[in-house]
């Protein structure tokens, strides 16, 4: 079959629907990524294909306005560059592109003002949900919501948020999982980098770190606990440098993310330590670039894609009303693993 493009005017349903030898409806149905799989594929081919030789696109327009949609989710994250957050943002507009949807990419700096700006500012703009990212606490996310009757699902914050639906990662876990690497290579004075507990990330990093070394049967010594923030490459190796100038001596280190890992690489070298023989060092975040590290990091892999992925299923359930009322919140709560290279080894002092 090959499509005549009709004379210069708007093309429609009507005129892919003759083209294609289908009712208007099914075309409708074939070009929605949500409904297209009722119909078998050759239909859906052969739709496609007139379509395109028409050069026909979609109204969304028109179709927010017969259901009363927007088909735009609002995603409001920290940071969208920041290699903590691209691979969340990546994975919800890919998510919610399957589903139909456009993504509004607004970021927040994770400060109260500007995240109450942007979402009230998304909710001023009808979009059909708002996803918000945040590295601090899940009071802190809803102190600062100005979003109306918007639905709402949250990323990173603990999962007790109330009426809205969250998406975790399980950051005790993850530290725990790293902490527990260690303990098994022989390390007794293992070194914490972290953020303040009153982060989320943070408090899940201290907690972990306490009952994790507790369940071993060793103490608890400040001296090896260190604040880093903001958790970057220079923080990092300060924080890492104020371990053994004060005397802590640590055989081993957690770090808060790999930025700050690679910190810590630097500030032993200089320190004339070599990691693994002298002090191993575990990251926390699977960064693309800790492979590349000499040597290659091991690390707490985070499943920063599936959060997206499972965020974009929360809201589009809430926008579409899958969610019968009554029902119980969801509160998704993602599980990390140790990616294990080069960096860690048993201790030689």
Excluded: W
């Excluded at 594929?41 to 026909?56: E, F, N, S």
């Excluded at 009230?120 to 100005?146: C, M, N, P, Q």
């Excluded at 604040?227 to 300060?238: L, N, S």
Aim: charged letters at 20%.
């Amino acid at each position: 079959m090959t499509a005549r493009r009709l004379p210069d005017r708007s093309i429609t349903q009507r005129d892919v629907a003759r083209v294609a030898g289908v009712h208007r409806a099914t075309v409708s149905r074939a070009l929605d990524p949500r409904r297209r799989e009722l119909l078998d594929p050759a239909t859906v081919q052969k739709v496609a294909d007139a379509a395109a030789g028409l050069g026909y696109t979609p109204n969304a327009l028109a179709r927010g306005l017969k259901t009363n949609r927007s088909y735009v989710v609002g995603l409001a994250v920290p940071d969208a560059s920041s290699p903590d957050y691209a691979p969340i943002v990546g994975a919800l507009e890919a998510a919610l592109r399957d589903g139909g949807y456009t993504a509004l990419v607004a970021s927040t700096g994770d400060e109260h003002e500007t995240l109450a700006s942007v979402t009230e500012g998304l909710a001023a703009r009808r979009v059909d949900g708002i996803v918000v990212a945040t590295a601090k606490s899940a009071d802190f996310a809803l102190r600062s919501l100005r979003v109306g009757e918007t639905p709402v699902v949250l990323i990173g914050a603990t999962p007790a948020a109330g009426d809205h639906p969250t998406v975790s990662i399980d950051h005790g876990l993850g530290a725990e999982i790293a902490l527990s690497h260690l303990l098994r290579l022989g390390h007794r004075r293992i070194g914490l980098i972290a953020e303040r507990p009153t982060t989320s990330l943070g408090a899940a990093h201290h907690e972990a770190y306490e009952r994790t070394l507790a369940a071993a049967g060793l103490p608890i010594d400040p001296g090896l606990i260190e604040i880093c923030e903001p958790t970057r490459v220079t923080a990092g190796a300060e924080a890492c440098a104020a371990l053994f100038y004060r005397g802590a001596a640590p055989t081993a280190i957690l770090a808060p993310n790999d930025g700050a890992a690679l910190g810590s690489y630097s500030a032993l070298a200089e320190l004339d330590l070599r990691v693994p023989q002298d002090v191993s060092v575990v990251g926390y975040g699977n960064t693309p670039y800790g492979r590349y590290f000499a040597p290659p990091l091991t690390t707490v892999s985070l499943p920063l894609g599936a959060a997206g992925t499972e965020a974009v299923a929360c809201i589009l359930s809430l926008v579409e009303n899958d969610r019968a009322d009554g029902a119980p919140v969801e509160h998704v709560q993602l599980r990390p693993h140790l990616v294990h290279r080069l960096s860690t080894a048993s201790p030689q002092r």
